[in-house]
């Protein structure tokens, strides 16, 4: 019975002292899913409504490595404008951490955009691109997939400007636009 009892304690004390509490693009989405200032969006392979029939080969192995699109996005406003800035140097701080390898970058750090994505060139797990505009907000695109690389990207891309795509799911992101 104390032999249970110890490792028990033992499996508790390392569950408690492996677990990172460090910030992270996923916890950073779980936390602000539900604040009024966000809007987020879940997109799947199903929701693209696209016809396979059509792919090329190297589409479809495009879309077996993606998984789904999480979209975060911070739409400013007169009352919640000083909230920008601090959810927005939160995301920068995030996306500074090395797991996070940056491929490109354009305009300023106060507004403009970066790709970044997490694995390695052969077999990325997640691609990040980080937009913000002081005008309107900011937003957080996370791909999730197994073993894509750059190629499969510009493949999804092709894949969704020819995938019929409900557009009212896009709606909030559009209004983050305007």
């Known amino acids: 019975m104390v032999t249970i009892v110890r490792f028990l304690v033992g499996c508790t004390l390392a569950l408690l002292f492996s677990c990172k509490s460090e910030p992270s693009l996923q916890k950073y989405f779980v936390e602000n899913i539900e604040n009024k200032d ?87 797990e997640e691609f990040v691109i980080y937009g913000n505009k002081k005008e309107n907000g900011f937003a957080v695109v996370r791909v999730l997939g197994k073993d894509m690389n750059p190629t499969s990207i510009m493949e999804m891309v092709n894949i969704l400007k020819s995938g019929n795509i409900n557009l009212d799911q896009l709606k909030p992101l559009q209004d983050l636009m305007k």
Do not use: C, W
Request: hydrophobic fraction near 40%; charged fraction near 30%; proline fraction near 1%.
């Open 38 to 124: 966000f809007v987020a969006i879940d997109l799947t392979p199903k929701m693209l409504n696209i016809d396979n029939a059509k792919l090329s080969v190297s589409q479809k192995e495009a879309l077996a490595s993606f998984e789904k699109i999480n979209v975060l996005a911070f739409k400013i406003n007169d009352k919640n404008k000083s909230k920008f800035e601090v959810e927005r140097a939160k995301v920068t701080s995030i996306l500074k951490d090395e797991k996070y390898q940056q491929l490109m970058k354009f305009g300023s750090g106060k507004e403009g955009a970066q790709i970044s994505f997490v694995g390695s060139d052969e077999h990325i």
